[in-house]
């Protein structure tokens, strides 16, 4: 049997248990692509694939990891978009534009302005600048890994001060 028909077999074996997977653990239903993402990665991956394990929990697994990466594709985008970018280039918005804004777009720079200088600068240099570590160290005269030290412990502000749980 060739691997493209091995695919194709567990394909129509798992793929309605991969589906619900994905749905349960992204709580959204727009999770074909993904399913379908899950069989691409697996054929591409088929010659490590051993036989220790059944081919369903390998499966589980390349899907675990792709759910993994879209939650945190899901909450980047939403940091971006909460981080309120302008088309051209990146800027803090005018009073006039802060106006017009969400409750949660307000209540999120806010939160920002609430938190320490270091933790201001960093977050709004790596996360709305979107710059490197490289490019922020420069910036402010920090090491790289003050840079990211700092913007880790501002990211972990933030989520608390907006409700969350540090270690989230």
Excluded: C
């Excluded at 959204?28 to 993402?37: C, I, K, P, R, Y």
């Excluded at 909450?75 to 051209?88: A, D, T, V």
């Amino acid at each position: 049997m060739s691997k493209e028909e091995k695919i194709s077999q567990w394909f129509f074996e798992y793929s309605d248990d991969i589906y619900q997977f994905l749905l349960y653990k992204l709580g959204s239903s727009d999770v074909e692509d993904l399913v379908q993402e899950v069989f691409i990665r697996a054929l591409k991956s088929l010659k490590t694939f051993k036989g220790n394990s059944s081919p369903k929990t390998w499966l589980y697994s390349i899907a675990r990891n792709m759910a993994i990466d879209e939650i945190r594709k899901r909450k980047r985008e939403k940091w971006k978009s909460l981080l309120l970018l302008n088309n051209e280039q990146s800027t803090i918005l005018s009073p006039e534009e802060l106006y017009f804004l969400s409750e949660e777009h307000k209540v999120l720079i806010a939160t920002i302005y609430s938190l320490k200088n270091n933790y201001q600068d960093v977050l709004i240099l790596r996360g709305m600048k979107e710059l490197t570590v490289e490019e922020t160290a420069n910036i402010l005269g920090w090491t790289e890994e003050k840079v990211r030290s700092t913007h880790y412990r501002a990211k972990q502000a933030l989520y608390v001060k907006l409700g969350g749980d540090h270690n989230e």
